[in-house]
């Protein structure tokens, strides 16, 4: 079974390493301020030229208050008129990158997040609507993967009502935790009632998937209360969940700085959670993906990933790789063909860019051939756990075994550890490997060693 995971302790404290997620290779890291909107321009051309399907990415930053445990690139603040310049702004790079597109191009998947998405109100939400499919072509038959990140305490039953009038069809619910001790200690109070609602509303309305993200390693958290949660969502029977290892990252998060680090768990108890969340999810019929998410057999990752074509990028795993993705929004990052660029992570600079109708594209990377190589190795082991050497080399006119020679004591000694099988023919990450995978992955990872460790997660 592709979903088999063995719990092995002893494998996960030697190789629970810090390092990147892969939702692209190069990562983030590695991009610098050389590539900007010229390189975008051309990207976008080539795109054209090949008539390349799309997934575009919305970047709502702005929120009404805050979770102290965030990461995400956002903007708290209770004055809801602050959205209105920055649809302004968004409004004219939409039309920007659209003009450099064909019609015929069409939007597969399509995904907001932020921030909070719903902080806008239903006409703004309505007029960003029509500007994306003014300039864009979006699927009208709803067959799309149109999904939007939702907070249960900011939608209620006309807001669902809205976003599947409006074509979406699939919604992320943020819920971290229900313990109301651990909800206080990260400023983020959230009834399993309020949560209930919107899901009940989203089966009731026929969105067709619903994924939680939930988090371990919070403060005031035990194995004991997150299992009770676990339980609780498992009630709930979302189609996928996300299981995320909190990073305590104060010196980079300024709202972590907030949470007192003597409430955070022991990492053994971070341990006994992930492995009570592992059963119980596994005991409901969920199956492991990888890198955190689990989905029932019958969802569209689980079964992509049983016939070979999940792919992973910048929204995590998809079936929808094959698209070239646009991002939209301050700090959004679009991958075109070779591409990676980003915009702005400063609302003022992505703001007045625009404003002086140019793109806020302020840093990015291009791939190289070894970047490409490297690249769609690691797409094969963190999406499918296997990796067979003739397919790699017949794409790309190699040896394997020759090419990556000064890797193979690192990848033998995975192998006696019981992470990995190896032979001349392929890579099998085990089912004691499987948790582990980004530490298989960083063994071909050609800039990790010149990289600051300490602006990854672990692995657990």
């Known amino acids: 079974m592709l979903d088999a995971i063995r719990w092995d302790t002893d494998l996960i404290r030697r190789y629970d390493l810090a390092g990147p997620r892969y939702t692209s290779y190069p990562t983030a890291v590695q991009f610098d301020s050389q590539v900007g909107t010229f390189d975008l321009f051309h990207a976008l051309r080539d795109s054209r030229k090949a008539l390349r399907p799309l997934s575009l990415y919305v970047h709502?930053?702005?929120?009404?208050?805050?979770?102290?445990?965030?990461?995400?690139?956002?903007?708290?603040?209770?004055?809801?008129?602050?959205?209105?310049?920055?649809?302004?702004?968004?409004?004219?790079?939409?039309?920007?990158?659209?003009?450099?597109?064909?019609?015929?191009?069409?939007?597969?998947?399509?995904?907001?997040?932020?921030?909070?998405?719903?902080?806008?109100?239903?006409?703004?939400?309505?007029?960003?609507?029509?500007?994306?499919?003014k300039h864009f072509t979006l699927l009208d038959d709803d067959s799309g993967d149109y999904g939007i990140e939702i907070d249960p305490r900011e939608a209620d039953w006309s807001t669902?009502?809205?976003?599947?009038?409006?074509?979406?069809?699939?919604?992320?619910?943020?819920?971290?935790?229900?313990?109301?001790?651990?909800?206080?200690?990260?400023?983020?109070?959230?009834?399993?009632?309020?949560?209930?609602?919107?899901?009940?509303?989203?089966?009731t309305l026929q969105f067709r998937s619903i994924n939680i993200d939930l988090i371990y390693g919070?403060?005031?958290?035990?194995?004991?209360?997150f299992a009770r949660t676990v339980d609780e969502v498992i009630n709930l029977q979302p189609d996928r969940l996300s299981v995320f290892n909190?990073?305590?990252?104060?010196?980079?998060?300024?709202?972590?700085?907030?949470?007192?680090?003597?409430?955070?768990?022991?990492?053994?108890?971070?341990?006994?959670m992930l492995q009570r969340?592992?059963?119980?999810?596994?005991?409901?019929?969920?199956?492991?993906?990888?890198?955190?998410?689990?989905a029932l057999p019958d969802d569209?990752?689980?079964?992509?990933?049983?016939?070979?074509?999940?792919?992973?990028?910048?929204?995590?795993?998809?079936?929808?790789?094959?698209?070239?993705?646009?991002?939209?929004?301050?700090?959004?990052?679009?991958?075109?063909?070779?591409?990676?660029?980003?915009?702005?992570?400063d609302l003022n600079q992505y703001q007045n860019a625009l404003a002086s109708a140019q793109l806020a594209t302020s840093r990015?990377?291009?791939?190289?051939?070894?970047?490409?190589?490297?690249?769609?190795?690691?797409?094969?082991?963190?999406?499918?756990?296997?990796?067979?050497?003739?397919?790699?080399?017949?794409?790309?006119?190699?040896?394997?075994?020759?090419?990556?020679?000064?890797?193979?004591?690192?990848?033998?000694?995975?192998a006696e550890d019981g992470l990995i099988e190896l032979d001349n023919q392929r890579i099998c990450v085990l089912p004691a490997g499987r948790l582990l995978v980004r530490s298989v992955c960083m063994v071909f990872d050609a800039y990790l060693e010149h990289s600051n460790r300490q602006r990854f997660s672990r692995v657990i």
């Open 60 to 133: 709502v930053p702005f929120c009404a208050n805050i979770c102290y445990y965030c990461a995400c690139n956002k903007v708290i603040t209770k004055d809801r008129g602050r959205a209105l310049p920055y649809l302004q702004r968004l409004e004219q790079e939409i039309q920007l990158i659209a003009c450099h597109l064909d019609p015929t191009q069409k939007v597969e998947q399509l995904h907001f997040g932020g921030g909070t998405p719903t902080f806008l109100s239903h006409d703004e939400l309505r007029q960003l609507m029509a500007q994306l499919r």
């Open 160 to 203: 669902m009502g809205l976003l599947r009038e409006l074509g979406f069809n699939r919604v992320s619910i943020g819920l971290q935790d229900l313990d109301p001790v651990v909800q206080r200690a990260v400023n983020r109070l959230q009834s399993l009632e309020e949560t209930r609602a919107v899901i009940d509303a989203a089966r």
């Open 218 to 225: 919070l403060p005031k958290q035990t194995p004991e209360n």
């Open 246 to 272: 909190y990073a305590h990252l104060p010196e980079r998060f300024m709202p972590q700085r907030r949470i007192n680090s003597n409430d955070l768990p022991a990492p053994a108890q971070k341990l006994e």
């Open 277 to 294: 969340t592992i059963e119980q999810l596994t005991a409901a019929g969920y199956r492991y993906i990888g890198m955190d998410h689990f």
């Open 300 to 345: 569209e990752l689980a079964i992509a990933q049983e016939e070979s074509t999940l792919q992973r990028n910048f929204q995590g795993y998809t079936t929808h790789g094959h698209c070239d993705l646009i991002g939209l929004g301050v700090s959004a990052i679009s991958q075109i063909g070779d591409l990676y660029c980003q915009n702005s992570s």
């Open 364 to 414: 990015g990377l291009i791939c190289n051939a070894d970047d490409r190589l490297r690249r769609a190795v690691i797409q094969q082991l963190i999406c499918h756990f296997s990796l067979e050497f003739a397919t790699i080399e017949q794409t790309f006119n190699i040896d394997f075994r020759g090419y990556f020679g000064e890797l193979w004591p690192q990848l033998l000694g995975m």
